[in-house]
């Protein structure tokens, strides 16, 4: 009668042990090639879009009116934006862009590092960037100096003559710009140069070189057209907004 061989305690460790290490030996060698043969990343799979790095500034503190009286009625807007980079743009603009009545929109722009140069010409293109044609004139004396313009119109049915401006300071880091609409004929540049005159600072905060180019261009202000400012209530283009309205 033969009896079973029963293994040793030390024979059945070692061959457990054996067995785990070859278990072990291939999971280890499964994952190695799972990442050998899985496919590299590139840096094109998620490429942001790029932003205009502009945001509107809730609640914006006017800096900058447009004291119009003859305007008391027109739509009125006040806006500010602010770029990543440190600019600040401050939009004012009056009347409604299509329809019969004028509309004026000035726009004062403070670059932070965004900004590269000012070029009134280009600023200009871009005020006009709707119009079909747009055809530059002689400077325009105003009490902001002399201001670069351009006459275009808008609308197919009921075209609206306009004109386009623009004036730069590169030692205060200011530009001014916009454009002055209304229908019918096309409006006078006196009208343009009267409109600008009403364009005045609020408050400039910690700009004192905005403050000093205001305070610079109301010692050249004409008050429409009567240099002495006691006749400042009664200027010449008095009506300057129900004229073009009536026009």
Known sequence: MHLLAIPSRNVVSAAFSRGLAVFCGLGALSLVCAWLVQPIPTGAVATPVAASGWTAIERPYPAFALTIPEAADAAATYTIQRHAQGGRKDVITLGE??????YLHVEVYRPGGEFARFSEVTEIA???ASAATTAAEAPLETKFGPTQVA???MGQAAARSCLAFARAFDETRLQITGWFC????SIE???LACALDR???IAAGSEPKVTALFAQAELHRSFCGQRSPLLAPTPKHRALWKALASG
């Open 97 to 102: 862009q299509t329809g019969p009545a004028p």
């Open 126 to 128: 871009a005020q006009a």
């Open 151 to 153: 006459r275009f119109s």
């Open 182 to 185: 209304q229908s019918g004929e």
């Open 189 to 191: 540049r006196s009208t």
């Open 199 to 201: 364009f005045t600072l």
